[in-house]
């Protein structure tokens, strides 16, 4: 298997599934992780030098985090019925969740100093957009865009592909720090799809093909971007979805299309 396709595992005693460390995944600055928990259940963190961004995937949870409590927050049941709520947690600021009720959290990480305060991201906050016309349509969730004052260094987007439609396309990549033309971020996609049985494709490779890979991707994988192009496909019938974590030395989203696919978003004369 890929060393790019992460699998979820046996939930841990606090329901992690995933836990995507620099350390793990080989780099600098993004780290990932999924906790599944049931009614009652409580995962908690909170890293010196390191800010986090709570995305309750799915489910109700109490958030607690830098003396506030925001009370229940959440309800969708899974994250194709619309934007969700996240909570920002600066570095070093201890947080705690309780799941009210069957409850998936995904946590977002990377570098930050403390700056900024805990705040409560609602649906109302979340950004929405569709990308692409025909088969490349995708519609955008901006949780934490480079846009957003909130954040130190992470980006954080949800993003829903219909069924037979293309993502992330035409292949691009943003893996230079290069500005104002490229910026350098690491990135993971977490992916979900309906109905669970489904499957999709995600292409990582670099223009040398130095790296080139293909993965066949489940409901609950994660796929990790070091560097180079990385389009993803839905087959017919399933819809995904995916959550992007970014995060570099600049907190700015800049990328490069390949140059043999650019021509699919140039210009009609």
Same mark, same amino acid.
């Given at each position: ?44 963190? %909170? +890293?010196? $030098?390191?800010? !986090?961004?709570?995305?309750?995937? =799915? *489910? ?6 830098? &003396?506030?409590?925001? %009370? +229940?927050? $959440?309800?969708? !049941?899974?994250?194709?019925?619309? =934007? *969700? ?6 570095? &070093? ?8 009720? !069957? ?167």
């Amino acid at each position: 298997m890929s060393k790019l396709l992460v699998r979820p595992t046996a939930p841990a005693e606090d329901g992690r599934v995933h836990d995507v460390t620099p350390a793990s995944a080989g780099w600098t600055h993004v780290g990932f992780a999924v906790h599944r928990l049931g009614d009652g259940a409580v995962a908690s963190g %909170g +890293e010196e $030098g390191r800010e !986090a961004c709570l995305v309750l995937v =799915a *489910g109700r949870a109490r958030v607690t985090t830098g &003396g506030r409590d925001f %009370g +229940e927050i $959440g309800g969708r !049941a899974s994250p194709f019925e619309g =934007a *969700g709520h996240s909570v920002y947690v600066p570095a &070093g600021v201890p947080w705690r969740v309780e799941a009210a009720r !069957a409850c998936e959290l995904a946590v977002c990480t990377a570098p930050g100093t403390g700056a900024g305060a805990p705040t409560l991201i609602g649906p109302g906050d979340v950004g929405a957009e569709v990308r692409g016309t025909g088969t490349n349509v995708r519609y955008i969730r901006n949780i934490l865009p480079d846009s957003s004052p909130l954040a130190e260094n992470l980006l954080v987007v949800e993003v829903i592909t219909p069924g037979g439609h293309w993502s992330s396309y035409p292949p691009h990549k943003h893996d230079r720090d290069a500005l104002p033309a490229e910026s350098l971020l690491e990135e993971t996609y977490y992916h979900r799809l309906e109905p669970p049985q489904g499957f999709a494709f995600q292409r990582v490779y670099t223009d040398d093909r130095s790296l080139d890979e293909t993965m066949t991707v489940a409901d609950g994988d994660v796929v990790l971007v070091p560097r180079g192009y990385h389009p993803v496909a839905a087959p017919h019938g399933y819809t995904l979805y995916y959550l992007n974590v970014m995060a570099g030395p600049k907190r700015i989203w800049r990328f490069h299309n390949e140059p043999a696919h650019a021509w699919l978003v140039a210009p009609k004369a």
